[in-house]
């Protein structure tokens, strides 16, 4: 999401004009980052105190500001620099910045164009702050930048703008779950860093499946599917992703969340009699076959006319245990598609 440049920014001294801390307090970065685009990219004040120290006129942040709302989108950082440069009338000191194919910037800035991205790619395959996206969409390296510097506004932008382009499924499995997979190997490989960020994230992700999980209408009796994690199990993201996904899709969802109990669990199956259940494990030691068992077996309704539920074993944690007779989707569009099997069935 673009930064619209600071209204008092005129008012910023021109004689000493600001530090370089009180600039990455205003832009929300750190003051090293302020110093490395300086540095690499020639994105530096044009005076300095003393000739050593920086000093920051309005014209040098409006700079920095257009450079933020650019590596925002997902533009690589060389790139966004360059255009900054360029749309404010100055000129990169010689040597800055990496080689660009024939002189030119593509179209746009080269927000379509690969070309720039795969030679991005080929000097180095992780994203902003050293997370690994690999070959990953741009818009990941914009989302995994806002949630870096918790910019919330910016991140909020960015995942209405996936989910609003790609759709539910596509903007999960392509942009978001890969952003989320790459700070959690970060903060693990990284000594509980980074966990107030991957925090963030979640938060964020959520509030935007909830922008965007259209009202169905009314279920009638037996027709909503029943979505819970199993007790233990308190990663309620993907499914909430799931009952988005087939909100849009016209399909009433009862979402319990988070480590249900298994009395829970089974009364509201017995009050509900849902076409499906699905049940949530994210790690190995909470699946619990006997209960997925437990869960397919019961049954309502008149005697010579008795329902049962079809239960989707759903998550990583499932994996080499599953149970034998109840569907494993690999993924959130199989999920999708077995719920709309069941229901449409």
């Known amino acids: ?17 600001l530090t370089t801390g009180e600039v990455a307090r205003r832009l929300g970065v750190a003051p090293t ?3 490395s685009w300086d540095r690499r990219y020639g994105l530096g004040p044009a005076a300095r105190v003393d000739g ?7 014209e040098d942040v409006a700079r920095l500001e257009r450079m933020c709302a650019l590596t925002a989108t997902g533009l690589p950082p ?3 620099a360059a255009l900054a440069l360029r749309e404010t009338g100055a000129d990169a000191p010689a040597g800055t910045g990496p080689p660009r194919s024939g002189g030119q910037t593509p179209p746009g800035g080269g927000r379509s164009a690969p070309a720039p991205l795969r030679a991005v790619g080929a000097r180095r395959r992780s994203g902003p702050g050293g997370l690994r996206l690999g070959d990953a969409r741009r818009e990941c390296k914009g989302v995994a930048r806002a949630a870096l510097r918790l910019d919330a506004a910016g991140l909020d932008g960015l995942l209405d703008a996936a989910i609003e382009e ?39 992700v959520s509030g935007a499946l909830r922008r965007h999980t259209p009202t ?23 499914l909430e992703v799931l009952a988005a996904a087939l909100a849009e899709r016209g ?6 969340g988070a480590a249900l109990p ?8 017995r009050r509900t009699g849902p076409p499906v259940v699905g049940l949530w494990a994210q790690s190995r030691t909470t699946a619990s076959r006997p209960l997925a068992q437990y869960v397919a077996g019961i049954e309502w309704g008149v005697r010579g006319a008795r329902r049962r539920a079809a239960v989707l074993t759903l998550g990583p944690g499932w994996a080499g245990q599953t149970v034998p007779g109840l569907p494993h989707p690999a993924g959130l569009a199989e999920a999708v598609a077995a719920v709309e099997a069941t229901a449409h069935g």
Not at 3 to 13: E, W
Not at 262 to 269: G, N, P, R, Y
């Open 33 to 35: 980052t302020v110093r």
């Open 251 to 256: 399909l009433p969802v009862r979402m319990f």
């Open 166 to 204: 790609h759709g539910l499924v596509a903007a999960w499995t392509e942009v978001i779950m890969p952003t989320l997979q790459a700070v959690g190997r970060k903060w693990e490989s990284s000594g509980e860093r980074y966990v107030e960020v991957e925090h963030f994230l979640s938060w964020h």
């Open 78 to 80: 060389a790139e966004a």
């Open 216 to 238: 169905v209408a009314a279920d009638r009796p037996g027709a909503a599917t029943v979505l819970a994690c199993v007790p233990g199990e308190n990663h309620t993201l993907p």
């Open 1 to 17: 999401m673009a930064r619209r440049p600071r209204d008092d920014a005129a008012a910023l001294p021109r004689d000493t004009g």
């Open 52 to 58: 050593r120290h920086r000093r920051w006129t309005a």
């Open 262 to 269: 298994v009395e829970s669990l089974v009364a509201a199956v």
